[in-house]
Each structure stands twice: as structure tokens, then as C-alpha cells.
């Protein structure tokens, strides 16, 4: 079973430049996460996708980074315009189920997008 | 509110020996706890979780948590430490619905031979 994709792995950027995130989740998840993840810390979840629905986005700054699924499959996550303090790994994830409380359930996460804001 | 914090940034054993690493958590509802492995430039990989069932719980490559709610605590343990549990561990907390997920700034693990 292919994992879920992100591209690039690596992005260097001036500040005030745009950047977008490329990912491709497991086939057939319908539920897709996208993390920031700043160095020494642990991931802060961004947004939530239920198919190409907005289920979370409380953590979204939504000024300058904005997402979209439009066909409920793959997503991309768009800084614009970029500030230092976004410098980060960026986490994709995705999950067969919205509830990730039951047994069953587990988020599966791509290798991350790195981003140097300088 | 919900918090979750990790007792030490980093944690040395030498291969063999027992693995602990620390979380303590606060949630002002029943709460649905998580380990995580992150190895170098990888994502995160689930290792166990806790979802109100059974407080001892097993998970992956040989380790195993307890909740104990008195003690706010989900220790991660694992008898025998190897080489490649080398790794960054991240404990989460959730609640509610969904995958409203805080986790904790991680402990890296090493392991000396």
C-alpha cells in the first residue's frame, strides 16, 4: 500500500515570497490533516479535511496560509505572503476515519515538507 | 484546557536496558492519549494509543504504556532498549470528536552500545 506523498521534501524561500505544498493521501482516506511542525516542537495541527469539506481550521492563519481539497482526494497548503516564523516541517496525514477515537482508527503521516523562510 | 507535557528533551539508555519516557497530561474531560515515533526525516508512526479501554496498553516494536488517571501520567516503556528505537517520541492528548490532537515538544531517545 503506497503511503501518503508530499512534494517537495525541501523548499528554501525569501520572506514576503509565496510557497504551496503538494499531498497525496492513502487511496480512499477520506479524512486529510495538515501539521506545522516548528523545530523543538511538537506538531500543531492546521487544518482538517472530511472528503473536500473544512472540519477544523480553529489554528489556520488564515491571513497568510490557505488550503484546499477540491476534489477530495489530493490537497495543497499555500503560504503567501511567507514570514520567518514559518520556517517548519509541514505534515501531511490522512486517516480512513474522521474519529480517530476508535480502535480501529490510525492517521498515517507523510515525510514532510521542510521549509526555510530567510 | 488541554495540555500535555514531556519530562526531558532527551533521554540516553544504553542498549538493553529499560526505555521510560514521560508524559503527564491535563484535560478537563475523559481524555484519549497517543505515542508517536518520528525517525529522521520521516513522519510520525503511531505506537500505541489509549481510547478508554484497557489502562495497560500494547503497541509496536515491543512497547507498552499505562494510563493512570491519578497521576495525570501515560508513561511509555519498553523492557529491552535496541539500537534502532533511536528516535524522537511524541505523546498526544485528544478530546472530543475528531482528531483534535495537542502533542507534547517530544523526547529524543538515544541509545549507546
Known amino acids: 500500500e503506497a503511503g501518503v506523498a508530499q512534494s517537495p521534501r525541501y523548499k528554501i524561500i525569501e520572506k514576503r515570497q509565496s510557497v504551496a505544498f503538494w499531498c497525496n493521501p492513502i487511496?480512499?482516506?477520506?479524512?486529510l490533516y495538515w501539521y506545522q511542525q516548528i523545530l523543538g516542537q511538537g506538531p500543531k495541527l492546521l487544518i482538517q479535511?472530511?472528503?473536500?469539506?473544512?472540519?477544523?481550521d480553529s489554528q489556520l492563519p488564515k491571513d497568510r496560509f490557505s488550503a484546499e481539497r477540491l476534489k477530495g482526494v489530493d490537497s495543497t497548503l499555500k503560504i503567501q505572503p511567507a514570514k520567518l516564523e514559518d520556517s517548519a516541517v509541514y505534515l501531511c496525514?490522512?486517516?480512513?476515519?474522521?474519529?480517530?477515537?476508535?480502535?480501529?482508527?490510525?492517521?498515517?503521516f507523510g515525510q514532510g515538507t521542510r521549509l526555510t523562510v530567510v | 484546557a488541554q495540555s500535555v507535557t514531556q519530562l526531558g528533551s532527551h533521554v540516553s539508555v544504553s542498549e538493553g536496558a529499560l526505555v521510560l519516557l514521560r508524559c503527564n497530561y491535563s484535560?478537563?474531560?475523559?481524555?484519549?492519549l497517543f505515542w508517536y515515533v518520528q525517525y529522521p526525516n520521516q513522519g510520525l508512526q503511531l505506537l500505541l494509543k489509549?481510547?478508554?479501554?484497557?489502562?495497560l496498553v500494547k503497541g509496536i516494536n515491543g512497547f507498552e504504556a499505562e494510563f493512570k488517571k491519578s497521576e495525570t501520567s501515560f508513561h511509555l516503556t519498553k523492557p529491552s532498549a535496541h539500537m534502532s528505537d533511536a528516535a524522537e517520541y511524541f505523546c498526544?492528548?485528544?478530546f472530543g470528536g475528531g482528531f483534535k490532537t495537542i502533542f507534547g515538544a517530544g523526547t529524543r531517545l538515544f541509545v549507546k552500545a
Open positions: 496525514a490522512s486517516s480512513s476515519e474522521a474519529d480517530l477515537l476508535t480502535d480501529e482508527a490510525e492517521a498515517f
Open positions: 487511496s480512499g482516506h477520506a479524512t
Open positions: 479535511f472530511q472528503n473536500n469539506g473544512v472540519v477544523d
Open positions: 484535560s478537563s474531560v475523559p481524555p484519549y
Open positions: 489509549y481510547t478508554s479501554a484497557a489502562t
Open positions: 498526544a492528548v485528544s
